[in-house]
């Protein structure tokens, strides 16, 4: 069955420590793969997505995250984080075509990042 | 630029009742989804709408209903709420799957 699994589900970082979240799903083929973070009483915001080509993907506030079709992984990672990174951060896929919706996404459960002074 | 509207920011229902939670976008985006986050859970899809007259159930539509009049609207409807209804609710919407969603402020409901 198709999934996504976000292992962690809180993780605490000392401000200025680098950070690697990790997402793995469960899919036959390469799916469209999504980074969304969610401050405290807000929406989502896109960090970054994969869809082909160079597997490390750039995206806004300074993340990265790698693509690894060996390991069914798409781990987010930042050099040094701020207090301001924390949040809920939501790894999502779009699996096909055919199922997940409008805008096709399956999200995983989220991890909650909690920076430490 | 106003993107994706929800309204209210807040509600509480009693057992019973039914309400419409609206949303609306600016950006001409033929691809509408309403989700509810609850805690633990992540997002899961409620109904999504892939144009004007065209609706699908998602992954938990039971209790709600929803139409698509208009491009820029989307409502969803509580006909009988119920305590299980209680979650915070988003609406999205996007160029078509693949693309990125763009996400509303939410509603937060409350059923006691």
């Known amino acids: 069955a198709q999934s996504v699994t976000q292992p962690d589900i809180h993780i605490t970082v000392s401000e200025g420590a680098s950070l690697e979240l990790r997402c793995n799903y469960s899919?036959?083929?390469?799916?469209?793969l999504f980074w969304y973070v969610q401050s405290p009483g807000q929406g989502l915001q896109l960090l970054l997505k994969y869809f082909s080509g160079d597997t490390l993907v750039q995206g806004i506030k300074g993340f990265e995250a790698e693509f690894k079709r060996s390991q069914s992984s798409f781990n987010l990672r930042k050099p040094s984080v701020h207090w301001s990174d924390a949040a809920e951060y939501f790894c999502?896929?779009?699996?096909?075509?055919?199922?997940?919706?409008?805008?096709?996404?399956?999200f995983g459960k989220g991890t909650h990042l909690i920076i430490q002074p | 630029n106003a993107g994706v509207t929800q309204t209210p920011k807040f509600q509480v229902l009693k057992t019973g009742q039914s309400m419409t939670l609206q949303c609306a976008q600016d950006m001409n985006h033929e691809y509408m989804s309403w989700y509810r986050q609850d805690p633990g859970m992540g997002l899961r899809l409620i109904h999504y709408?892939?144009?004007?007259?065209?609706?699908d159930q998602g992954e938990v539509p039971n209790g709600y209903n929803v139409s698509r009049s208009t491009t820029e609207d989307f409502p969803l409807r509580l006909l009988s709420a119920a305590p299980s209804q209680t979650s915070v609710y988003f609406c999205?919407?996007?160029?078509?799957?693949?693309?990125?969603?763009?996400f509303g402020q939410g509603t937060r409901l409350t059923v006691v």
């Open positions: 709408s892939v144009g004007a007259g065209i609706t």
């Open positions: 899919y036959g083929a390469t799916p469209y």
């Open positions: 999502a896929v779009v699996f096909s075509y055919s199922g997940g919706g409008a805008d096709g996404l399956t």
């Open positions: 999205a919407s996007s160029y078509g799957e693949g693309n990125e969603a763009f």
